[in-house]
Structures are given as structure tokens and as C-alpha cells.
């Protein structure tokens, strides 16, 4: 079986970067009828969400299932509990950060 080499305007990411543009470009241009259309964006963010967690357990799943040998197995959790670890703390740190820099809510004052 050959691999024929795809053009970078039939792939899937080119085409999502075109339409974040296109809404962009449509939701500056005339806001009126963009807003009728947010409906669209809506619907598109709730199908990412529903779609990831699936992909991400079929993905851990077969990861699993083609490990020839327990040491794998092994080195493969040390490895994504690291990765998991690494990432938590970047994101910890970076949240922080913002949070200190940007300080969101400083300034409101409100009463119960």
C-alpha cells in the first residue's frame, strides 16, 4: 500500500483555520447577522466537548491493548503520570501568575 502525499489545502486543519477566520471575519463585518448565527458556534463547542472524552479513552485503550509486555506497561504509567505531573504544574503556575499579574475582580467592591 503507497502513501500519496496530501496537499496542505485538503487537510482538516487548514479548513478549520479557515472557517475560525471566516467567523471572525463575518461576526466583525456585520455583527447583526452574525448574531443570529451564534447558534452555529454554540452547537460546534458542545460537539468538541462531547466527542473528547471518547477519543481520549479509545485512544488509552488501544495504547494499552498494543503493549507487548508488562515492562512497557509499566514504563508507559511512570511516563504519562510524569507528563500529567509537568503539565499540571505549568498550568498551576501559569493560572498563578495570570491571576497575580492580571489580578481579575481587584477593584470590585460589592455588599450582600
Known amino acids: 500500500?503507497?502513501?500519496?502525499?496530501r496537499h496542505?489545502?485538503?487537510?482538516?486543519w487548514?479548513?478549520?483555520?479557515?472557517?475560525?477566520?471566516?467567523?471572525?471575519?463575518?461576526g466583525l463585518?456585520?455583527?447583526?447577522?452574525?448574531?443570529?448565527?451564534?447558534?452555529?458556534a454554540d452547537a460546534f463547542t458542545q460537539l468538541i466537548k462531547v466527542v473528547t472524552a471518547p477519543v481520549i479513552f479509545c485512544t488509552v485503550v488501544v495504547g494499552i491493548a498494543s503493549l507487548t509486555s508488562l515492562a512497557k506497561a509499566g514504563r508507559l504509567a511512570?511516563?504519562?503520570l510524569s507528563y500529567f505531573l509537568v503539565a499540571t504544574?505549568?498550568?498551576?503556575?501559569?493560572?498563578?501568575?495570570?491571576?497575580n499579574l492580571i489580578g481579575p475582580g481587584r477593584g470590585f467592591h460589592a455588599t450582600t
Do not use: E, H, N
Not at 496542505?8 to 482538516?12: I, R
Not at 479548513?15 to 467567523?23: E, R, S, T, Y
Open 1 to 5: 500500500m503507497t502513501q500519496t502525499k
Open 8 to 12: 496542505w489545502y485538503s487537510q482538516l
Open 14 to 26: 487548514f479548513w478549520v483555520l479557515v472557517a475560525i477566520a471566516a467567523g471572525i471575519l463575518f
Open 29 to 40: 463585518v456585520d455583527k447583526a447577522d452574525a448574531l443570529p448565527a451564534k447558534w452555529l
Open 78 to 80: 511512570l511516563a504519562a
Open 89 to 99: 504544574l505549568i498550568a498551576l503556575t501559569l493560572g498563578l501568575l495570570a491571576g
